[in-house]
């Protein structure tokens, strides 16, 4: 059996992508760099200074600005996003996965957050999912996001647990080849043309049924 299993928060637990797209669109349009919902899927999983260069780079010519601007940008960005997930209540948590933390934590395996999120610890409270979670990841003390695998690495060492113990589950592309790349069982949420490199894949999070997930992970 495994030991932990490591979930992504936006897009797995809540779908919090919406949000931080609505956000990057607002300072987008402030400045004329166009950007669309199609566009919004690279940014998933992808930090908040990883996301603005990309977005810097959808402007002709792509600006270039320095390290004090882009800190002035990403702030502003986040005060955007701040502002929107004030919303954010238990009903907002995703199909299917109070059903699957509950089969997990009955089971008697560790629960951990590895999401690239700074805003993590305050989406889970108004989740209602404060407590829930053995190890959330700081994404603050992570240094290198998402496709590197040390996000899950991080969760996996803070509790003691060997990665061949683990499973990860991400709707990501950058978070299925993070966990991956840290050498545990990836569980994908989304299409085939994505995460066709996941171990295991799903459609939706209504889908993620802990008996079959821990089935694929012991074949
Ligand atoms: P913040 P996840 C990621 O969350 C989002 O998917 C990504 O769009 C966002 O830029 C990143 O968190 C950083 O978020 O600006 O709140 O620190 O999917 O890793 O849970
Ligand atoms: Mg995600």
């Known amino acids: 059996s495994p030991k932990l299993i490591?979930?992504?928060?936006?897009?797995?637990?809540?779908?919090?992508?919406?949000?931080?797209?609505?956000?990057?669109?607002?300072?987008?349009?402030?400045?004329?760099?166009?950007?669309?919902?199609?566009?919004?899927?690279?940014?998933?999983?992808?930090s908040r200074m990883d996301s603005l260069d990309r977005i810097l780079e959808q402007a002709s010519p792509p600006m270039k600005l320095s390290t004090e601007e882009k800190i002035e940008l990403a702030t502003r960005k986040n005060a955007y996003y701040l502002e929107l997930i004030e919303e954010i209540s238990p009903e907002h948590i995703?199909?299917?996965?109070?059903?699957?933390?509950?089969?997990?934590?009955?089971?008697?395996?560790?629960?951990?957050?590895?999401?690239?999120?700074?805003?993590?610890p305050r989406i889970l409270e108004k989740l209602g999912l404060g407590d829930t979670f053995d190890h959330i990841v700081d994404a603050a003390e992570v240094k290198k996001g998402k496709p590197d695998p040390e996000t899950f690495t991080a969760a996996a060492d803070a509790l003691g647990i060997a990665y061949t113990d683990c499973i990860g589950i991400e709707d990501a592309v950058a978070g299925v080849e993070a966990i991956n790349r840290a050498g545990m069982f990836s569980v994908g949420v989304g299409d085939k043309a994505h995460l066709s490199h996941a171990d295991y894949l799903v459609s939706a999070t209504n889908e993620l049924v802990f008996e079959e997930i821990i089935r694929r992970f012991q074949e």
């Open 6 to 46: 490591i979930y992504d928060l936006d897009g797995v637990i809540t779908d919090t992508a919406e949000f931080h797209f609505l956000a990057w669109k607002k300072l987008a349009d402030e400045l004329g760099i166009p950007i669309d919902r199609h566009f919004n899927e690279q940014l998933k999983g992808i």
């Open 94 to 120: 995703l199909p299917g996965i109070k059903a699957l933390l509950q089969a997990n934590k009955e089971a008697g395996i560790k629960t951990a957050i590895g999401s690239a999120s700074k805003n993590a």
